[in-house]
């Protein structure tokens, strides 16, 4: 039961996709910039009432109190949550102890109970039983005129210190009540609406009233207008009638609406039994709740707030708080910070996801291998390069040094001239991923079936020269692809001239061994590793290598190109020239925006991505310069509607300008706070429509707010209708990355 709105303070929240105008400033007539201001970001604390007793985590009502207190009613009995305690404590125990059904406080004072034998008031810590009615008690509804208790043997008005039996005729099935403000009461029942006062009993139930006559849930609008929640949606009357609806294709994730509340911001909140939505009146936007992060239960039976415009939400199992704290972006970026450094920085200098022993649970945190941590570490090169070139700090340059130590021991761990590795681990670590393993005759055939360019690697893993690491072969084209960019931000941001010295032999190590090999990434096996394949012969002649023909051939230019213009040697923009000129490399690569839907993946995205800064800022012909523009032109073009950050400003750090500038901020300040990967499954909410759009071979919705989807890491696609691992915490440099870049470009300050 919701507790009275007068007492609490209107908090503003700014939903995706809207800013508020005066943040936003014109630099000029082709850019405008963001002017960082304190915003609402709502993060979530869930609570468990008992490990021992699964009736008192189902939880039918909620209430706060001004004192910040929290009382609920379930299925065990009456529970209360004092301030700064997460602990529960039965309130009614004994021969009372049992199910109750609601609760709510009364002038910020009394706390009202409705229960299985009848109703309690808690006045200044005393329980008493309020004698006079028959129980069990339903609902209670707090009005001017007294406390009104109903169930299936009556409704009574408490006043003048008795219980007074309304001659009300309604259906016994009472799921919501509501005061009219006016001496009467509306009540949802199973079977139709009722308004009920000293004059008359109407029934609403027929279609042209209500969507359907299962009616669960009711509250008013800030316009007055009666929003009433049930099954199919919500129906929304004036005093004259039916003026609206929302139904799950305006945005209600399941039709079964059990709650509906209006927060102190003016937002209705609808509560169902696959989540919740918020709705601002008038408007068609929304913004969902569901899945773990938000909920203990994504069945919500009560929504109450606080006076911190706190929503506290009782769900089938347990109590979830969707809470607000005031941030400014630059707050948000100093959170992740410390949470990237605490937590996921492992030896000798690698950023990459945590594994929880316990899924959800972030105290069982460990450090864990990927198969690309060099890549994600690149990009946490990049982004301290970013950030030492917006502000100078000293700590920037030297932990992005320390970024670039590990890149390049990733090539001196192998021994090997020119060819790198994966990641490294400690020799110590018994388990990782891809452990060494032996293919039998059978399993052989099995793969090469599945995939006949599979490579069946039996040792992935090699111990160094030293002893200490064992390093990960079987190197891929991300790997590299991800390392240039990092590289490129570093060189150009971040070193010195012996720094930059560094990074040209070290670069150059790599490329002279892809030349050797007819630009192949070749293991210690003496084989090419399954994905580090950029060979004329291979992509422009073996037809199962066509899906990778267009970006590979993208990518080999930009390796080239960067190795020339770091290093001056020609031998680099010889082979260059002769790809484009003699093998088609850039006609291939113009192929990559209008390829094969069956070969699009969603990572390519941001494979390009990488390539375009060296291609754009180094090449000096005017022609291939603009031939280069025109297949970022494409890429940006086709890829803006993800609403990403690190595509809209890697664009702007390319082209000039502000493009997309709303979208980079709303995905900012919309993106959780939480990190874990919570699972996600969009595909069930009602108000999406599964497809297999923008990639074919997978299942996909309509892209919804960062906030809706599982926590980003920019090689896996927003878009799934599932997906989800709470067994990792991941890194934040998805965020940090473009927050620095838009600071670095001006396009946010200070």
């Known amino acids: 039961m ?17 800013h508020l105008d005066h943040s936003y400033e014109s630099l000029d007539n082709k850019k405008i910039t963001y002017s960082d201001r304190p915003f609402h970001q709502e993060y979530h604390v869930g609570y468990h009432i008992s490990d021992s007793n699964e009736d008192a985590n189902n939880v039918r009502a909620i209430c706060p109190t001004l004192s910040g207190e929290v009382w609920i009613a379930t299925k065990n009995g009456i529970y209360q949550k004092r301030v700064g305690s997460r602990e529960w404590k039965i309130v009614i125990s004994g021969d009372n102890q049992g199910p109750a059904y609601d609760v709510a406080v009364h002038l910020g004072r009394d706390i009202w109970m409705a229960t299985w034998n009848g109703v309690y008031r808690s006045r200044s810590g005393v329980i008493q039983k309020m004698e006079g009615l028959k129980p069990p008690i339903a609902k209670l509804v707090l009005s001017k005129e007294g406390v009104y208790a ?9 006043k003048d210190s008795a219980w007074q039996k309304m001659k009300y005729k309604t259906a016994r099935s009472i799921r919501a009540a509501l005061s009219d403000k006016n001496g009467g009461l509306w009540i949802g029942t199973d079977v139709g609406l009722y308004h009920c006062n000293a004059e008359r009993t109407t029934v609403y139930q027929g279609n042209n009233d209500l969507i359907s006559a299962y009616v669960s849930g009711l509250d008013l609008d800030q316009r007055g207008n009666l929003w009433i929640g049930g099954l199919g949606g919500v129906s929304i009357r004036d005093q004259t009638g039916k003026i609206g609806e929302k139904k799950p294709r305006d945005g209600i994730p399941n039709a079964n609406v059990n709650a509906v509340a209006k927060g102190p911001d003016g937002r209705m909140w609808i509560g169902t039994q696959y989540g919740l939505t918020r709705f601002t009146p008038g408007e068609t936007s ?20 606080d006076t911190q ?57 460990q450090p864990d291998d990927d198969d690309n941590d060099g890549e ?10 970013f950030r030492y070139a917006a502000t100078h700090d000293q700590q920037a340059k030297e932990r992005a040094k320390k970024a670039f130590e590990f890149l390049h021991f990733l090539r001196e761990v192998t021994g090997e001239d020119g060819f790198f590795a994966r990641t490294i681990i400690p020799v110590s670590w018994e388990h990782s991923h891809d452990m060494n393993r032996t293919y039998s005759e059978r399993e052989l055939a099995e793969e090469l079936i599945e995939n006949p360019r599979h490579k069946p690697v039996e040792k992935r893993w090699h111990v160094s020269k030293d002893g200490n690491w064992k390093w990960k072969g079987d190197t891929s084209s991300d790997e590299i692809s991800g390392h240039l960019f990092g590289y490129y931000c570093y060189y150009n941001l971040v070193a010195d001239a012996k720094e930059k010295g560094r990074i040209a032999d070290h670069f150059s190590k790599i490329m002279d061994h892809l030349i050797r090999n007819n630009f192949n990434l070749v293991d210690v096996d003496g084989t090419p590793t399954k994905w580090g394949v950029w060979s004329p012969a291979i992509l422009n002649h073996d037809p199962d290598w066509a899906p990778e023909k267009a970006l590979n051939s993208l990518e080999l230019l930009a390796f080239l190109k960067f190795a020339y213009q770091i290093t001056k040697k020609e031998k680099y923009q010889s082979e260059y020239l002769k790809l484009i000129k003699e093998e088609g490399y850039l006609e ?54 993800a609403n990403s950050p690190l595509v809209n400003f890697t664009y702007n750090f390319l082209k000039g300008g502000s493009d997309e500038l709303d979208n980079s901020i709303a995905f900012l300040k919309d993106a959780p706070l939480d990190l874990v990967d919570w699972y996600i499954d969009n595909g069930k909410r009602e108000d999406l429509k599964v497809v297999r759009q923008p990639i074919l071979e997978e299942l996909q919705t309509t892209l919804r707010p960062p906030s809706e989807y599982r926590t980003t890491r920019w090689d896996q696609n927003p878009y799934l209708a599932v997906s989800g691992d709470p067994s990792q915490e991941k890194e934040p440099v998805y965020w940090l990355l473009p927050y620095w870049m838009g600071r670095y470009l001006n396009l946010i300050t200070p």
Request: positive net charge; charged residues 20%; without cysteine.
């Open 150 to 158: 109903m169930g299936p043997y009556g409704i009574w008005l408490y």
């Open 588 to 641: 291939n690569a113009k192929m990559l925006h209008h390829t094969n839907p069956a070969w699009e993946t969603y990572f390519d995205i941001f494979l390009s991505l990488y390539m375009y800064p060296v291609l754009i800022s180094y090449e000096d012909d005017p022609v291939l310069k603009r031939e280069y523009q025109d297949h970022m032109e494409q890429w940006f073009n086709k890829h803006k509607k």
């Open 286 to 305: 929304y913004s969902v709740r569901l899945g773990r992060r938000w909920l203990v239960s994504d069945q919500v039976r009560d929504i109450a707030f």
């Open 309 to 365: 415009g706190n929503a506290w939400i009782a769900t089938a199992n347990g109590v979830s708080a969707i809470k607000v704290r005031e941030m400014t972006l630059a707050d948000k970026a100093d959170y992740f910070y410390d949470k990237l450094i605490r937590r996921h920085v492992r030896e000798p200098w690698i950023i990459a996801r945590s594994k929880l022993v316990v899924p959800g649970d972030t105290t069982t945190i």
């Open 376 to 385: 994600y570490t690149s990009n946490y090169l990049a982004m301290e390069s």
């Open 2 to 18: 919701k507790n009275l709105l007068q007492f609490l303070i209107i908090v503003p929240f700014l939903s995706w996709g809207q």
